[in-house]
């Protein structure tokens, strides 16, 4: 199979860089947790093995590297499952990024695991081309394994705790992956300091998960996404109104992240990052550098076993596949007009609410995937986590606007934990807590760490 597929556009009709996660094994996981609705994504590709071949390893490495303007290019590995290919897949991987980058061109390289199948031999692997994992964990063992089960729905949480011991003698980098769910979305606070405190984590982002619903399709969706014998399972599609029983709330996602930033702000500035945080202090520089809260999307697709490239990783349904990178080049998909207008509908496609809101700066509506509530007018397309949202953006202003003055002025942000403990000081140890649990501060956030 030839690998000479040139690029039609040129460098001012493309974007210079993007990022593309690529699905060595498509849907096929070792794990069945329940809420993964990409399990279901194999009804895509009936009777196929789910494994990407050689030729089209070679070739998506090819046009990766020929597509990038800018000096860094990111391989980032994503599944499914991408440890069920074994390692020699994977340091094939390297040996085509070293034949076909260009003089100068550096390459970054990410791996998203559950972390079950990590050896000594994998993780000597990542340390040898210093890969930045990001591992699956949903908080401590009780909140873990509620979703996250093997295919006999068995708990997962040891066989990952192993992982990571191999992943830290072997000192690679790693960042932690936690979805917020029904299960542990009330739990910020304890989910957060077992991050820190026990994986000695400093680097985390926090994934709602919102499965999304018809009325004919909520029973079933709500049995999970496991194959059940004699029993129907559903392609999940960004279709429906309603969520599932593990979808975590608005208000409740609200409030775990309000929780986690109050012990944050008090102690981890500038030791701990927490991705949300992050780019919420970015926004009030006008700088977006996740898709999720961007004007406009779509430098984020995915590519698939196959070669099958689609819009986003969350829409790998048949309505968002741009081609395949076997008959046109990957560049060419990404700059498409298809593409393009999938990237601007983002920002065309607010409603009044959101449009006349003073906290869209922070989110512009958030991403495209959620939009799929009611506004308070009745107007459809409005973010599904809009409440949760805006209450975590209020919570968070002064703060952040404190932050953002402090950078301006060349000094460090983690300056703001001085303030913090000086005001606590003058107003003493009554009243309730800042977080708005309702609790006192004395057995709440201001209760010493664990």
Known sequence: MSLEIKPSVGPAE??????????????????????????????????DRLRMSDDVLERYIKQLLESHQTPTVTVAWQGGEPTLMGVDFYRRSIEYVRKHRRPGQQV??????????????WAAFFKQHDVLIGLSVDGPRPLHDAYRVTKGGQGTFDQVMRGLDHLRRHDV???????V??????????????????????WMQFIPIIERATPDTLPIANLGWSVRPGGQRLLYTQSGSLVTDRS????????????????WIR??????YVQMFDVTLEAYFGSYKLCIHAPTCGYGPAIEHNGDVYSCDHYVEPGYRLGNIAETHMLDLVASPTQRQFGLDKQATLTKQCLECDVRFLCNGGCPKDRFASSRDGEPGHNYLCSGLKAFFDHVNPAMQTMARLIKSNRAPAEIMEMYAAKEHARGSDGFCYCGSGKMF?????????
């Open 14 to 47: 493309a974007p210079p860089g993007f990022h593309m996660l690529s699905k060595p094994t498509g849907a096929a996981c070792n794990l069945d947790c329940k809420y993964c609705f990409f399990l279901s994504k194999d009804a895509l590709y009936p009777n």
């Open 108 to 121: 970054e390289y990410t791996f998203q695991t559950n972390g079950v199948l990590i050896d000594d031999e």
């Open 173 to 179: 980098r790693f960042n932690i992956l936690c979805t």
């Open 181 to 202: 769910n029904a299960a542990n979305g009330d739990h910020g606070r304890d989910v957060y300091r077992f991050f820190r405190n026990e994986l000695h984590a400093e």
């Open 248 to 263: 975590v709330r608005p208000e409740q996602y609200g409030r775990f992240l309000i929780d986690i930033f109050e012990e």
């Open 267 to 272: 102690k981890d500035v500038g030791r701990v």
């Open 442 to 450: 004395t057995r709440c956030h201001g209760v010493a760490q664990a």
